[in-house]
């Protein structure tokens, strides 16, 4: 993923001509921060745990980015994911910089006490790293609104008690009850659909009527389908971890959810679909692909049998370079992550400002307001594509380059 994201940024800076300092600094992380460090198990004994964090920009405000939970967390992941994150908060318009990091491990393997453990030794070893002005994380794969509250809990408890409810706000994506916001955990999903309907609304292709398939059934993956059944599409394959099922009649997600949640987070052995081998899922015949798992999905090997009209990249870094270029070649479009799957920090952003001026919001607004934000967002990037006639990626680079740009000239290099 790392190679992935330094090449589309310096294909980027190339096209924009970026000034050669600012991609000096761009090109570079601002903090690594790996800690090593003991939790007691259930059954006694000691493991010690490798947590990350990496910190890549903070020219536009505080770091902002998930804590991922997987096997395949590593320096070079944390990197490429911070990176992305200072350009997904700058495409946005957001006062944030980009971080990202998390621990290697497999969740499904430890208990629900001992993730707790974990999770708050692993907040109490980043120590004053993280913090409400400084670096803010939220959910990612394999984290949820728990973690979240239990590193709000964490970080604040270690405080002074004078400034405890100063500092709840160090992580985004909390529960409702420990200073959540109403529709924080649709945002993601939401924001992917509101960036179809703008497509669907350029490209006169109604969502009306359109089959889709989803890789992932998480968070991301959930709530995209819940929304685009909204609109009118049918949701005719689903792969996640555990299995790929199909229905061409369609599945229902809310179903499948309730299957999942009752079965680990696994949608195998769902009644309400058939399963099928996973190498023929990206070829399923449909209209919009919706890959919501991991990075490095969509390759030079399964992108020739992709035949949809769109790619909505709920994923971070879904599409590798050589699957891109058949992509294009094939003339499917790309809604590129950082612009698709914005809503996420978008809706964290707006968690933080309820926070610091201790307010409640309404999901109404707050989804009224996401929409708004993904919309313009949108817009830019296809404005930008048109000027600099390039795909929407490479605009979506230039519109956060422009503005990264902007604010080093304008504020100089201390000293
Ligand atoms: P999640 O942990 O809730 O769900 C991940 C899903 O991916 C699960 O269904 C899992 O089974 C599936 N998966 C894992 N490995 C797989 C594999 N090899 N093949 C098929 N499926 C596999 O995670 P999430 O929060 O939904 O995040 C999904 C993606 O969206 C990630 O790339 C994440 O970085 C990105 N993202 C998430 C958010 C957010 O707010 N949660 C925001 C922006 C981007």
Known sequence: MYDVVMKQFEHAADIMNLDPGVRKILSKTNTEIVVHFPVRLDNGKIEVFTGYRVQHNNALGPYKGGLRYHATVDIDAARALAIWMTWKTALAGLPYGGAKGGIQLNPKEYSKNEL??????????????IGPDLDIPAPDVNTNAQIMAWIAD??????SPSTRFANLHVVTGKPM?????????????????????????????PLKGMRFIVQG?????????HFLLKEGATLIAVQDASATLYNEKGIDPEALLAHSDANGRNINGFAGAQEMDPKAFWSLKCDIVVPAALGNQITEENAGGI?????????NGP?????????????????????????????SYYEWLQNKRSEIWKIDEVLVMLHDKIETAFEQVVSTANEFK?????????????????????????P
């Open 319 to 347: 599409t590798n370079i050589g699957g891109e270029a058949i992509l294009r070649k094939n003339g499917v479009d790309i809604i590129p992550d950082i612009l698709c799957n914005s809503g996420g920090v978008i809706g």
């Open 390 to 414: 390039v795909d929407w990626r490479m605009s979506a680079y230039i519109v956060a380059l422009r503005r990264l740009e902007t604010t080093y000239m304008e504020r100089g290099i201390f």
């Open 217 to 225: 059934f998480g968070n991301v993956g959930y709530w995209t389908a």
């Open 116 to 129: 707790e453990r974990i999770t708050r030794r692993f907040t109490y070893a980043l120590g004053d790293n």
């Open 307 to 315: 035949t949809a009209k769109v790619v909505a990249e709920g994923a």
């Open 154 to 159: 964490t970080f604040s408890s270690t405080k």
């Open 177 to 205: 009850g420990a200073g959540g916001l109403a529709g924080r955990d649709r945002a993601t999903g939401f924001g992917v659909v509101s960036t179809l309907k703008s497509w669907s609304a350029l490209k006169k292709q």
